[in-house]
């Protein structure tokens, strides 16, 4: 008889969405679910924006110009794509497509217009978080402290705000994010919750008949 230790079920692989508005620490959470969980496989996005200093080719974004990128979105060689704050963003299919199928978890950092191409495409794979700043105060306290955009730039984040937390309804959870160690925690648990709802687990239906057919040979 099998134990329990070597049943193992096949599962098919989730697209972890995270969005907020800029600097509300959403992308500070996703660095620190790939550090804890290194089995999640980052989405990279590709952008027509310029180069943050902080930011390295191929791990952030993949920076490209922008007829590069209007090739890929009319192609269909792109899962979403949208415009924030001037510049392009979106999300190569093929590696997300690939992950998915192999059972491996695919993490998104990308804003709300993206989150609803997404769900158009693929919304039963989706687990949408939105992480909401807890003021607008602070908000602008962090967007000053990450000391990487111009004032003006700053001022248009915090206009754009409004838009963003406007579609916080949108999403499967949300997350107030005044704590940063409380809010990966519950984002933690929003993993595992989500990892074994029935529908992503493939494998159980071979569990349950061998379950029945021992149950039967018991009874009988």
């Known amino acids: 008889m099998t134990s329990p230790s070597q049943i193992s079920v096949v599962r098919r692989g989730l697209m972890l969405v995270l969005s907020s508005p800029s600097g509300a620490g959403k992308s500070t959470l996703a660095q620190m679910l790939l550090r804890e969980h290194p089995e999640i496989h980052l989405s990279v996005s590709v952008t027509t ?6 930011e390295v080719e191929g791990i952030h974004y993949h920076f490209i110009r922008r007829e590069r990128f209007e090739k890929l979105r009319d192609v269909g060689d792109l899962l979403e794509s949208a415009e924030v704050h001037g510049n392009f963003y ?4 093929e590696p997300v497509e690939n992950a998915l199928a192999a059972g491996k978890d695919v993490l998104f950092d990308i804003d709300y217009q993206g989150t ?6 693929m919304r039963s794979d989706i687990v949408g978080v939105f992480i909401l700043p807890p003021s607008a105060g602070e908000l602008k306290t962090r967007l ?4 990487e955009d111009a004032s003006g730039v700053i001022e248009k984040r915090l206009k754009n705000a409004r838009t963003e937390i406007a579609h916080w309804r949108e999403y499967d959870y949300v997350l107030v994010n005044e704590d940063l160690n409380a809010t990966f925690i519950n984002l933690q648990a929003i993993l595992t919750a989500e990892r074994l709802r029935r529908e992503r687990q493939l494998g159980l239906a071979p569990v349950v008949e061998r379950l ?3 149950l039967a040979t018991l009874t009988s």
């Open 49 to 54: 924006r310029e180069r943050r200093p902080s």
């Open 212 to 214: 029945d057919q021992e």
């Open 90 to 93: 979106g999300t190569p299919r």
């Open 116 to 121: 609803l191409q997404l769900y158009e495409n």
């Open 144 to 147: 000053e402290r990450r000391a």
